[in-house]
């Protein structure tokens, strides 16, 4: 069974603070994504990555960067959080390849709180 | 730019009702179209999608067709259950060659006994 995880469900952090969202996938995907969730916003792209050591940045990358070291993880870094940073992250990858090409996976999300 | 535009929610329904949720798109091109949707504390998953115009993609009794004409990609279902309450997402992926997909702002469905 296809998997994404994401390292916490639920986080609590304070303005200022660095934070670090990990996300793993184990089916050897090439592409990796970083959204946020906000009620009435759906889903925004803040990053994403099509290649080890490769990424671009999304429609809201500001206040963020990614890691993408090796294939299988992608990281979200918020250098200095913010209250507005506030949100649902959830991580995403892709095959480039046929067959499941063009569906993203999901992992289960983790629930950020910036006080 | 592109762009994808679904029907406000929330959505309430009794069981056994019929489900429509709208979703029009602007877009380059042809793109594919996907629904998603996301059950209670969890992630988004793929319900189902078209890649061409005149596709139907269909599961779990969702259907959508792919309208060019219309621009539309509307979900529905013919009885709505319980278990089908959760947020559904009507998104594209709209250059060849691109794995981006923009999504539409989501619309949560209630299903009451």
């Known amino acids: 069974d296809v998997k994404v995880t994401q390292s916490s469900r639920y986080l609590v952090k304070r303005t200022g603070e660095k934070v670090f969202l990990e996300c793993v996938q184990d089916?050897?995907?090439?592409?990796m994504f970083w959204y946020r969730q906000d009620p009435g916003l759906g889903l925004r792209l803040i990053y994403f990555?099509?290649?080890?050591?490769?990424?671009e940045k999304g429609d809201i990358p500001e206040g963020y960067s990614v890691s993408r070291e090796k294939k299988e993880r992608f990281s979200l870094i918020l250098e200095s959080a913010s209250t507005n940073q506030t949100s649902m992250y959830l991580c995403?990858?892709?095959?480039?390849?046929?067959?499941?090409?063009?569906?993203?996976?999901f992992g289960p999300g983790t629930r950020l709180t910036v006080l | 730019g592109n762009s994808v535009t679904q029907m406000e929610g929330p959505v309430t329904l009794s069981e056994e009702a019929f489900l429509t949720i709208n979703c029009t798109y602007t877009a380059t091109g042809y793109p594919s179209l996907f629904w998603y949707v996301q059950y209670p504390g969890e992630g988004l998953q793929l319900l189902l999608k078209?890649?061409?115009?005149?596709d139907k993609g269909s599961n779990k009794g969702f259907e959508a067709t792919y309208r060019k004409e219309t621009t539309s990609f509307h979900l529905e279902k013919g009885s709505v259950q319980v278990s089908d309450s959760a947020v559904y997402f009507c998104?594209?992926?709209?250059?060849?060659?691109?794995?981006?997909?923009?999504f539409g702002k989501g619309t949560k469905l209630t299903v009451n006994p």
């Open positions: 078209a890649t061409k115009a005149d």
């Open positions: 998104a594209l992926r709209a250059l060849s060659g691109s794995e981006k997909l923009v």
């Open positions: 990555s099509y290649d080890v050591k490769m990424k």
């Open positions: 089916m050897d995907h090439e592409n």
């Open positions: 995403a990858s892709s095959s480039s390849g046929t067959g499941t090409r063009n569906e993203q996976f």
